[in-house]
């Protein structure tokens, strides 16, 4: 097995628990630590924008100079760490905001729409980002499975839309946009192959990159759900038997393991 040359995981669920009970993951940062010369490039793959991120790490105490080297935020953009400080990358964020801006254009019919439906036949709420309608969260996971057969229906009249989801939560994006191309680009940065790439996640936003031609060592905590799971072990990689920070270094061990 060739080694982890660079390493994408999700932040809830998977990096950490659940708020508010989130700990520092130490065995994770300790495993980075006794990687040596051998460390990879640690990338943090979220659908948290990047002030989230950010307070997130401060709140947890996790030191400075352990912070990962790339962060995708919301599920598009991309930061490169940079003097202590999140630069964000051009000229993909550019070209991000500007696909998201023509495709909103492009679909305020469909979105109408499905603020209409949403509002007849659910108890959802409609989520705004900057006054633009943004995504919906479902008040049970029951209704948001309703809302994700409602919308594959929807979107094969509009093929650039999609949607990403996490639990009860549904952000609308474009197609290009995800989790998966996100870890493509950072691994076309720093010159990683799939090969030579871990993933880890535990939802439905975490699939993109849960997929052996993105990632070749993939894996999740036993907290994932069944899809991810699925999903994961379809790829032949790691389902963790414990959860969170603890599930994920567990598959690093493996992984790490074989490498040698």
């Not at 990687?35 to 659908?47: A, C, K, L, Q």
């Not at 696909?99 to 409609?126: N, P, S, Y």
């Not at 057969?149 to 094969?156: E, H, I, M, Q, T």
């Not at 995800?178 to 192959?193: D, I, N, T, Y």
Request: glycine share 6%.
């Amino acid at each position: 097995m060739t080694p982890i040359r660079l390493l994408s995981t999700d932040f809830d669920g998977t990096l950490v628990g659940f708020e508010p009970d989130q700990e520092r993951p130490d065995a994770f940062l300790d495993w980075l630590e006794r990687s040596g010369e051998d460390r990879p490039v640690w990338m943090i793959n979220t659908g948290r924008w990047i002030d989230s991120i950010l307070e997130r790490l401060r709140t947890l105490q996790i030191p400075r100079e352990a912070w990962p080297a790339w962060v995708a935020s919301g599920e598009r953009e991309i930061y490169r760490l940079e003097n202590d400080a999140y630069r964000p990358l051009h000229p993909w964020n550019a070209e991000c905001e500007a696909a998201h801006a023509k495709l909103a254009e492009e679909v305020h019919h469909a979105f109408a729409f499905i603020r209409g439906w949403v509002g007849l036949h659910t108890d959802a709420v409609c989520l705004y980002e900057q006054t633009s309608f943004a995504g919906v969260r479902a008040s049970s996971i029951e209704e948001a499975d309703r809302i994700t057969a409602f919308l594959d229906g929807l979107f094969a009249h509009y093929p650039d839309l999609a949607v990403q989801r996490n639990d009860v939560y549904f952000r609308f994006c474009h197609r290009n946009y995800h989790k998966g191309a996100c870890l493509a680009e950072v691994q076309r940065l720093v010159g990683a192959s799939p090969i030579q790439t871990f993933a880890c996640g535990d939802h439905y936003n975490d699939l993109p990159m849960l997929r052996a031609d993105v990632a070749a060592m993939l894996a999740c905590p036993i907290n994932a759900i069944p899809e991810v799971r699925a999903a994961v072990a379809g790829g032949g990689g790691h389902v963790a038997t414990r959860e969170f920070t603890a599930g994920l270094v567990e598959a690093l061990d493996i992984f790490s393991s074989r490498g040698e």
